[in-house]
């Protein structure tokens, strides 16, 4: 783990200590330089809406929501943050640094019939294009954000009423150690987690709620090649491992976690 910086008094504030935390998961370079495709990038297909019922964080948004009211889905992916929301929802402005995301969230949107708008971007820079809304939407963002505190207070300022953010209980990337130690003999972080985050916003000055809960069912993977993949993706490997991979998942149909997480405030 990088040493952690310290402000001029010495202390280590909780932003720095999450920055420290993440910057922990870089690759080394000489795996990064062997990798075949981004290891980073999300797969679209991942991050569609499932089937699944309203989650807690969907029932956080709808509860202040008004009647055709307007939401900013920043990190939207395939929608499953936003869509679930439904017939409540006015106009949906789905904001995402892809553009393959943003054309799938069309997509579902269109399906949905559900009336949206894309912005094409990354969160905070791209917050100057971006509308003021009723309820300011961000699922599984925040362990992609070193600089937690500012992205947050952005989507506060865009917000007339609450920001949602769901996120994993820990770094979803735990999921994935077991397979960093067998291809690459490397043990990987075990955090941050949501009171890690929690801690950045309290530290900035925003008063959230911490709330937990299951995600049933855990996983949006649709299909077995999609999840040898994704992890083949992740640990920079090439296609000559997927049986070893395949083997290594061994029942496990699932990788993404299902202990999720809450953090939502009143602006
Ligand atoms: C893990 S996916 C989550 C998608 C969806 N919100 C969900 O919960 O299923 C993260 C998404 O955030 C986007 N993203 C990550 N960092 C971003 C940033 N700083 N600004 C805008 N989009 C970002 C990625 O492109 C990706 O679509």
Redo the contacts with the bound molecule.
């Keep these: 783990m990088p040493t952690l910086s310290s402000g001029r008094s010495g202390a280590t504030t909780a932003q720095d200590k999450w920055a420290a935390h993440l910057a922990a998961w870089a690759i080394p370079q000489h795996i990064l330089e062997r990798a075949p495709e981004s290891p980073w990038g ?1 797969p ?1 297909s991942l ?1 569609l ?1 499932s089937e699944e019922e309203q989650n807690p964080a969907h029932r956080r948004a709808l509860e202040v929501l008004p009647p055709s009211g307007w939401i900013l ?10 869509l679930p929301l439904g017939g409540r929802v006015g106009v949906i402005v789905a ?4 553009a393959a ?1 943003l054309e799938t969230f069309g997509r579902e949107a269109d399906r949905l019939g559900i009336e949206h708008r894309a912005i094409q ?4 820079e ?1 917050s100057p294009e971006a509308p003021l809304v009723d309820v300011v ?5 925040f362990y ?2 070193g600089a937690l505190a500012p ?1 947050a207070l952005a989507l506060g300022r865009h917000a007339g009423i609450r920001v949602v953010a ?1 996120l994993t209980e820990r770094h ?1 990337q735990v999921a994935l150690n077991d397979f960093w130690r067998h291809f690459h003999g490397l043990d990987r972080p075990e955090g941050p987690t949501c009171e890690d985050a929690l801690e950045v916003l309290t530290e900035a000055g925003i008063e959230a709620h911490l709330e937990r809960w299951k995600r049933t069912p855990p996983d ?1 993977s649709r299909t077995r090649p999609e999840l040898v993949a994704f992890v083949r993706r992740r640990l920079c490997l090439t296609q000559e491992r997927d049986s070893e991979i395949d083997e290594l998942l061994g029942e496990r149909a699932v990788l993404q976690p299902g202990d999720m997480a809450t953090l939502w405030w009143d602006v």
Excluded: K
Aim: charged share 15%.
């Design positions: 999300f679209p991050f809406p889905d920043v990190g939207a992916g395939g929608g499953a943050s936003s904001l995402d640094e892809s995301m971007g990354s969160w905070p791209a939407i961000c699922g599984n963002v992609n954000v992205f769901e979803p949006r």
